[in-house]
């Protein structure tokens, strides 16, 4: 059966409501009575309009959204992912979902008549909506808080780390692991042809290692202090407690984090092994931050020395002297310690937080920005990093079988 187009046209965006229990019976009853009717429509909004400013406009003329897609995303991260925000309207005898998305706000007409509108046309009448309800939009704006978002320091050190310690995995693949000295032609043209690449990925090997273990406690203090940041009690306070307080002794801030901090079930220990592994990380750090030189640590070998003339004690290989102390500078093995030492302190203090701040502070751990609250002045992750399409590819020409929510 072929269908007439219909408009959609700025009287009907002034009559748009919220579907009543009769109004929800009476379009399925209508569905039902056309079934052969499978026919859904679609434009998307990309740079026609701001999100914000459609959610701020329907906020205020229709509260909270309705749409089943965030209620699901209130129990379910893959669609909050996904899923901004969802609003299901009454027109005409079917429903109208305004859909809004990452990357794209959606206008779904429910099944019937194809609507006769493009997405220029109907944000136009939109910006004209937004000028006749400035009252009720401004009355929306008291109930939102507004974020700022920013590259999240933290999650990209956690990321640089296991990329480092991924490509030294690699690189430690193509090293010889040992070689004993030449002797024969075919051993010596092996030292003369490979002796300058190895040494090479050897050192940049070393290189990898050095870069986690520098990493590794910085990505450790850097998630303390973001715990100050959001938590610090600043009641009573002077204006830069908080900042003096960040700034303190690395054993002082963890030592008085729970007194200084709100948020915290149990106190750290100071004599747990995630904290003393983390002391020892951060000391090591400075250590070389400091370029302390000490002569008992990474011995290699030792000499014999008389009226300037130095002996060795002991033969070694041309590969055990020129590639293996690059090696051994700093093994993959320590570096892959201290990660682990550095993710087990944050995960300690994660642990030692209630459920509900632990909530909050696991999705930092990954997400690519955080988000700073101008009210409430802390920072949260307010989306994942993996963003899905929530509707059938096949919406996208208008055809296609209906999504379970949109029948």
């Known amino acids: 059966m072929d269908y007439a187009k219909v408009k959609f046209t700025e009287e009907d965006l002034g009559l748009l409501k919220i579907p009543d229990k009769e109004d929800v019976h009476e379009i399925g009853g209508l569905y039902l009575a056309t079934g052969d009717i499978n026919h859904s429509n679609r434009i998307s909004l990309t740079k026609e309009v701001s999100p914000g400013s459609l959610y701020l406009y329907l906020l205020g003329r229709y509260d909270s ?6 209620k699901l995303g209130q129990r379910d991260e893959a669609v909050r992912r996904s899923v901004l925000w969802h609003y299901t309207l009454g027109w005409r005898k079917r429903h109208l979902h305004i859909i809004c998305h990452p990357y794209r706000v959606d206008v779904i007409f429910g099944p019937g008549p194809e609507v006769e509108i493009t997405a220029s046309e109907f944000a136009v009448m939109l910006k004209n909506a937004f000028g006749r309800h400035n009252v009720q939009i401004d009355k929306a704006k008291e109930l939102v808080e507004k974020h700022k978002a920013f590259l999240n320091p933290l999650s ?5 780390i296991r990329q480092m310690l991924d490509r030294a995995e690699m690189l430690k693949g193509t090293l010889e692991d040992k070689r004993k000295h030449p002797e024969t032609w075919e051993e010596i043209k092996w030292h003369i042809d490979n002796h300058d690449s190895q040494s090479a990925t050897a050192f940049e090997l070393s290189s990898c290692c050095l870069s986690v273990r520098m990493m ?26 908080k900042d003096k307080f960040r700034k303190a002794p690395i054993r002082e801030r963890i030592q008085t984090l729970a007194d200084r901090c709100d948020g915290f079930a149990i106190k750290p220990d100071l004599e747990s092994d995630p904290i003393k592994g983390f002391l020892d990380l951060y000391n090591h750090r400075n250590h070389i931050l400091h370029g302390n030189i000490t002569t008992d640590q990474k011995e290699q070998d030792e000499f014999l020395v008389h009226d300037g003339v130095a002996t060795i004690m002991k033969f070694k290989s041309i590969f055990d002297r020129s590639i293996r102390p690059t090696m051994n500078a700093f093994p993959i093995e320590e570096a892959r310690n201290d990660q682990n030492a550095a993710l087990a302190f944050m995960y300690y203090l994660l642990a030692c937080m209630d459920s509900g701040q632990r909530e909050i502070f696991i999705p930092m751990l990954k997400s690519v920005d955080l988000h700073y609250g101008m009210r409430t002045k802390q920072v949260r992750s307010l989306f994942g990093n993996d963003f899905h399409e929530s509707i059938d590819p096949d919406l996208l020409d208008g055809s296609g079988p209906l999504p379970d929510w949109l029948a």
């Open 156 to 160: 990209h050190i956690l990321d640089s």
């Open 216 to 241: 590794s406690p910085v990505a450790a203090e850097m998630f303390l202090n973001l715990v100050i940041f959001n938590l610090f009690n600043t009641e009573g306070q002077a204006k830069d407690a």
């Open 65 to 70: 959204p309705n749409g089943i897609l965030s």
